[in-house]
């Protein structure tokens, strides 16, 4: 193909999809164009240059970068991983499936390939003029994966999907479709890190669609910096006997998070379980949370946070139910680990029932730790640092459901870190 042919091609791949995205952009607009500021005084414009690109990133720079990548469950040899998808900034750098029966594409190519069939699940499960954040993403953002897994397949193995961030003044805003067919299963690991001390904004979209009795497990490693502003938004839906399981983890101070994922579970029988451990240091802001609405009878979900602060750090954890169907079960708890005066932590728990037949609970507390277990602790043998570490450790223990043991191990050495490092 000469080069007129190949750039004729391209404009036609182009137009398909603008076509397809005209819509959302025009939402999308409208939501922006009221004003360009952020909440918390934010400001895009000051923040970012929204043209900037990514021109290139050799694949061989990421073994410099090993060890951050390990600490956010990333395995660069890919042997433990039946897929990859890598990301820097806004250039994609890999997109690859070891298995038969598991899609994984960069969304433009997703938006091509699939055509209309796609807007089946785009901007479903999220609204693309929910706030200033999914409109930027849509008008802006670049990159962005789509993982389809057919029907009756269960993987074993998970995928891994790493978004990193570069470039200073950068705004990453992918746009991230999960889909898992019938009967199917899927463990996700996702890392996502800055690899040197920039300002920037992450405002990654992320749509799961979990259809009949399927399953995905996905779990989330947060390594960022005291000057990146996060806004991740996240939209889920499960059908009927499909299942949900997310555990986030928090690790490195940062200027400021704010998140909130609604879970729909709009068939009989479907379930989820939301779990995050957060360490909140340094002079952060972190507003986070999760929703569970139960739209179908017999269905179920529980809402687990552990968080602590120190130093300067102020922390919001956010946790609602609710109840629109009969016989349908959620439990929600909240608990707060306060390990300096000068930082603060805000639980927010929310039950809501809209029928009578529902079974909607919530537990939360904050305190410090207790001396007389450190005491205890230092009489037999321990230093107080050492004494506080394993308290802590056991504070921030949640139930890691349905990992397989690889992951959980990664699991268990990042709490373990995060612990020593208070």
């Known amino acids: 193909m000469d080069l007129k042919s190949a750039k004729h091609v391209r404009e036609l791949f182009m137009n398909a999809i603008e076509n397809l995205r005209r819509p959302f952009k025009k939402k999308a607009k409208n939501v922006l164009s009221s004003s360009i500021t952020m909440q918390d005084d934010i400001n895009i414009t000051q923040l970012v240059r929204l043209d900037k690109i990514l021109q290139q990133f050799p694949e061989a720079e990421l ?15 890919s042997k433990s991983r039946i897929g990859s998808y890598y990301q820097v900034d806004n250039l994609i750098l890999e997109t690859i499936s070891k298995q038969t029966g598991i899609e994984i594409m960069p969304l ?10 796609i807007l089946e699940y785009y901007w479903k499960a999220l609204d693309v003029a929910k706030d200033k954040f999914t409109a930027l993403a849509e008008l802006y953002g670049k990159g962005g994966y789509v993982i389809r897994v057919k029907k009756g397949m269960k993987v074993q193995q998970p995928i891994q999907t790493c978004l990193l961030v570069f470039s200073d003044n950068i705004l990453q805003a992918p746009h991230n479709i999960i889909i898992l067919e019938k009967g199917s299963e899927l463990h996700v690991i996702t890392g996502c890190a800055v690899m040197r001390e920039v300002i920037a904004l992450h405002a990654g979209i992320s749509e799961f669609y979990i259809e009949e ?3 995905l497990t996905f779990t989330m490693i947060h390594s960022w910096n005291e000057k990146m502003h996060v806004r991740p938004r996240t939209g889920v839906i499960v059908k009927e006997g499909g299942q949900y399981i997310s555990h986030y983890i928090n690790i490195m101070p940062v200027r400021s998070l704010q998140t909130y994922p609604t879970i729909r579970l709009t068939g009989e029988n479907a379930r989820a379980y939301a779990s995050s451990i957060l360490i909140v240091k340094k ?10 609405i139960f739209e179908a009878p017999k269905t179920s979900g529980e809402i687990i946070s552990r968080t602590i602060a120190k130093d300067e750090a102020k922390s919001i954890v956010r946790g609602r139910l609710v109840g629109k169907a009969p016989n349908i079960k959620g439990h929600l708890e909240c608990m707060g680990l306060l390990l300096s005066n000068t930082a603060s932590i805000k639980a927010i728990p929310e039950l809501e029932a809209q029928h009578t037949d529902v079974d909607l609970t919530h537990e939360a507390s904050i305190g410090k730790l207790a001396e007389e277990k450190i005491i205890y602790l230092m009489a037999r043998g321990f230093t107080e640092n050492e004494a506080t570490s394993l308290l802590v450790r056991g504070f921030m223990s949640v139930e890691l459901k349905d990992l397989p043991e690889s992951l959980q191990k990664i699991i268990e050495a990042t709490i373990e870190r995060m612990a020593k490092t208070l």
């Open 213 to 215: 009795n399927a399953k």
């Open 108 to 117: 433009e190519e997703a938006l091509d390939y699939y055509g209309k069939e």
């Open 283 to 292: 002079k952060s802001k972190i507003d986070l949370g999760n929703e569970i």
């Open 63 to 77: 073994e410099n970068y090993r060890d951050l990548l390990e600490n956010i469950g990333i395995d660069i040899s």
